[in-house]
């Protein structure tokens, strides 16, 4: 066998057949402490949780998500370079086998942090750059843009391989040309997406967000812009969702659920150890307890747990209604998700306006 194939253990006497053993991807939010107030925040970042794990605690916490063969450990937040111990963390992830990614805001003044990145030689850092200078401070505050790119530039000259997420609101959606030509510069990838209005962007959609149709425009843009910019590779109108997905090729080949990326593919753990089926799902309603890594491990967990097997049955009939649908079928919608209705079903005055039923009634009802 070759010495860069990594043989993986696995149980086989309680494992199912219609999901994959463990999930490929963990999202770990490894603290809510953030540098930054952000307009948009969907989980309200600024201060640590009061029971966030201490150092040991994510060390055990990764061991035990290697031992079930996760796969890529991508780091969240708050921003996680406010964690004094995240260069540790990082570390020991990347040390345990762990492809290694992490989203970061860049916005710091600290200018070891980006040595430090380089030093990690992770497989990817990941940073928000949400517009022009104006638009991109509309949302992170005075003084973030030229930090933000300060760093970014620094990181890409340390050689550091680096991502931009881009958040699609209703002023930087005029930004798209801008945006690339910084992303040609200094990155490989660039992800736009737009925002679900949660936390501190709570009910912003009626001034912030943009409409179906504005999103498709845009989205056709960025198809033409590509041409100039063979280099980088962009991703658009939930894209990454859909090829992280599992499709209903892999139905008939090997009868597996069909399922978006959330409790299909990825799983994520909030900083207190809490597991979760989505980012935002936390932050939308206490109701979805799905267990603790200190008192449960996640093969268990992603095997077993009934209120998971709910979100799952929630989220296969929602993509099979975009499956059906005319508009969907066409790219002419990006598709819903379990995430946006379910603040659609709890908050029925919120609107969707990713999904062409974004006026109506919370899917998860009609389905």
């Not at 020991?92 to 762990?98: C, I, M, Q, S, V």
């Not at 790119?149 to 005029?174: A, F, P």
């Not at 080949?253 to 409790?263: E, H, I, Q, T």
Request: net charge positive; glycine share 6%; charged share 25%.
């Amino acid at each position: 066998m070759s010495k860069d194939v990594e043989k993986l253990k696995a149980k086989t006497d309680t494992l199912r057949k219609d999901v994959i053993y463990s999930p490929i991807r963990v999202y770990f939010e490894i603290t809510l402490a953030c540098n930054l107030r952000c307009r948009y925040c969907y989980n309200n970042s600024g201060a640590p949780r009061l029971d966030e794990l201490n150092t040991k605690e994510i060390f055990d916490a990764l061991t035990d998500l290697k031992k079930h063969n996760v796969i890529d450990i991508r780091f969240t937040g708050g921003e996680p370079t406010c964690r004094k111990d995240w260069f540790e963390i990082m570390s020991y992830a990347k040390d345990l086998g762990f492809a290694v990614s992490c989203n970061t805001n860049a916005a710091y003044t600290d200018k070891s942090i980006p040595e430090k990145f380089a030093a990690l030689n992770i497989e990817q850092v990941t940073v928000s750059l949400d517009g022009g200078k104006e638009n991109h401070e509309r949302n992170r505050g005075k003084g973030t843009f030229d930090r933000t790119i300060n760093n970014l530039k620094s990181m890409h000259d340390l050689g550091v391989n680096l991502r931009i997420n881009t958040l699609v609101n209703k002023y930087s959606i005029n930004d798209i040309e801008f945006i690339l030509e910084i992303a040609s510069k200094y990155v490989k990838e660039i992800n736009f997406f737009t925002i679900v209005f949660l936390g501190r962007g709570f009910h912003a959609e009626n001034s912030d967000g943009v409409t179906v149709s504005e999103h498709l425009e845009m989205s056709k843009k960025i198809e033409k812009l590509k041409t100039k910019y063979p280099h980088l590779k962009i991703l658009h109108f939930a894209e990454v969702s859909h090829t992280t997905s599992v499709g209903q090729e892999c139905e008939s080949k090997f009868s597996l659920k069909v399922g978006p990326p959330s409790g299909f593919t990825t799983f994520n753990i909030i900083s207190n150890g809490d597991y979760a089926c989505g980012g935002y799902s936390p932050y939308i309603s206490n109701n979805l307890p799905l267990g603790n890594i200190k008192k449960q491990n996640i093969f268990d967990v992603w095997q077993n747990n009934n209120k998971l097997e709910e979100i799952r049955l929630d989220s296969q009939k929602l993509i099979l209604f975009c499956n059906n649908c005319e508009k969907f079928k066409k790219r002419e919608c990006q598709g819903s998700k379990y995430e946006t209705e379910l603040i659609r079903l709890l908050n029925p005055e919120v609107k969707n306006p990713t999904c062409i039923f974004g006026d109506g009634p919370s899917l998860l009802k009609i389905c």
